[in-house]
Structure formats: structure tokens, C-alpha cells
């Protein structure tokens, strides 16, 4: 079954300091993978996705990705942290058929501190 | 332009009440989906219309009920809520098929529903 680990359920991170954010998925096929984040009692805005290609994949707001087939994961990353960007953090995987759900992990908050 | 749009922004409802949530979007995506999402926790999925047809419902319970009256527009109405069912809903949508790239789901802002 199709399923979405984030290990860390909370992270504080002084602003300015690097980030790095866990994704383990678990998919029989190659994965469509995503991150989303979220700001309080807003939607979720896309940060970046993968799907073939450069396993390193970039996206806004200053954030990348690493895909590691051999481990399963897709970590985020932002090299130095701005206090704008404490929010929540959900990868997600999507199946490889239009229209479908987007299978999430439960999320990880991140704090920053200055 | 990935803009979902979504009205009201809060709703607070009686258990006897009807009342209506609406999501547009004009992007030219044939999928969308409604997301339930309480708080704390990842947004779980309720319904999806594939080119205006329902495709996809999560064992939803009838007092929720979608409607796409056309590509651009979903609603979902609702009645005789249950205090259980306050929450954030968000509407998503996607082109609705896969091309050089994945289909990628896009949000809204979300309505924050409150049953009292």
C-alpha cells in the first residue's frame, strides 16, 4: 500500500540556519512526489514535485528536494531559514493516474527561532 | 495563474441549516476535489469530479453533497451537519490527466467551517 513518512513532527530551526525536512514513501511504482506547505488557516501552496528526471529538483521560495530512490526519500531543504517560513510541511505522494488522491504524510511544523 | 478560489472564508452553521461552500477555478483543469481537513492533521479526501462527473467519493456521508455544475465550478452543500464535522475544506484542482508531467493538484484557501 501507498504510504507517506515524515519523521519529525516538530522542528525548530534559528532563522538563518539550514533546514532539512524528512519524506520516506513507500509506492510499488515510480512515485509522483510533492511537498506542500501550509500557513495557519491557509490552503496548501505547492513548493516543488518530482517525477522523473534530475533527482535534485528546485522550487520557490528558495527550497529544493532530493530524490533517493535507493532510500525511499525526498527530503527538503532551504539553506538559510527566514522567519516567514515557520508553517507546516506535507509531502505527499500521487499515484500514477490523473484524478486521484494525494496520499500525505502527516506533516512536520516548523518553528523558528530567532 | 494556479488561483483556486474558495467562498465564504469562515461559515458557522446550526445543525439544522443548509448551506453551501463554492470553489472556481479558471485554469482549464477537468479535475476537482474536496479535501476535509481537521486540525493538525494531513487533508483527507471526500470527493473528485473527472470532467464534471463524480469519479471518486470516500464513503462521505449524505449530508454532504457535491455538485459541478460546470468545469470551472464546485459546490458542496450541506445539511444537518454534525458538530464533528467543523473543519478546514479545502477544494483542490488538476488539469485532470498526465502529459509531460505528473497531474498536480492546486488549492485554495479553504473554508473554515464551524457547526454549533
Known amino acids: 500500500a501507498q504510504s507517506v513518512t515524515q519523521p519529525d513532527i516538530h522542528i525548530t530551526v534559528s532563522e538563518g540556519a539550514s533546514l532539512e525536512l524528512r519524506c520516506n514513501y513507500s509506492?510499488?511504482?515510480?512515485?509522483?512526489l510533492f511537498w506542500y506547505v501550509q500557513s495557519p488557516g491557509q490552503g496548501l501552496q505547492l513548493l516543488l514535485k518530482?517525477?522523473?528526471?534530475?533527482?535534485l529538483v528546485q522550487g520557490i521560495k528558495g527550497f529544493e528536494a532530493e530524490f533517493k530512490r535507493s532510500q525511499s526519500s525526498f527530503n527538503l531543504r532551504k539553506p538559510s531559514v527566514h522567519w516567514s517560513d515557520a508553517a507546516e510541511y506535507f509531502c505527499?505522494?500521487?499515484?500514477?493516474?490523473?484524478?486521484?488522491?494525494?496520499?500525505f504524510g502527516k506533516g512536520t511544523t516548523l518553528s523558528v527561532s530567532s | 495563474d494556479t488561483e483556486v478560489t474558495q467562498t465564504p472564508k469562515h461559515l458557522v452553521m446550526g445543525m439544522t441549516n443548509k448551506k453551501s461552500l463554492k470553489c472556481e477555478q479558471h485554469?482549464?483543469?477537468?479535475?476537482m476535489y474536496w479535501y476535509k481537513q481537521k486540525a493538525k492533521k494531513p487533508p483527507e479526501l471526500m470527493f473528485v469530479?473527472?470532467?464534471?462527473?463524480?469519479?471518486i467519493n470516500e464513503s462521505v456521508p449524505s449530508r454532504f453533497s457535491p455538485e459541478c455544475p460546470n468545469s470551472s465550478l464546485l459546490n458542496l452543500h450541506l445539511h444537518a451537519l454534525q458538530p464533528e464535522d467543523s473543519a478546514l475544506y479545502l477544494c483542490?484542482?488538476?488539469?485532470?490527466?498526465?502529459?509531460?508531467?505528473?497531474?498536480?493538484?492546486?488549492f485554495g484557501p479553504g473554508t473554515r467551517l464551524t457547526v454549533l
Open positions: 483542490a484542482s488538476s488539469q485532470g490527466y498526465d502529459r509531460v508531467e505528473p497531474d498536480t493538484q492546486y
Open positions: 509506492y510499488g511504482a515510480t512515485p509522483y
Open positions: 518530482y517525477f522523473s528526471g534530475d533527482t
Open positions: 505527499a505522494v500521487g499515484a500514477n493516474q490523473a484524478g486521484t488522491a494525494l496520499i
Open positions: 485554469m482549464g483543469h477537468r479535475a
Open positions: 469530479y473527472s470532467y464534471e462527473k463524480l469519479s
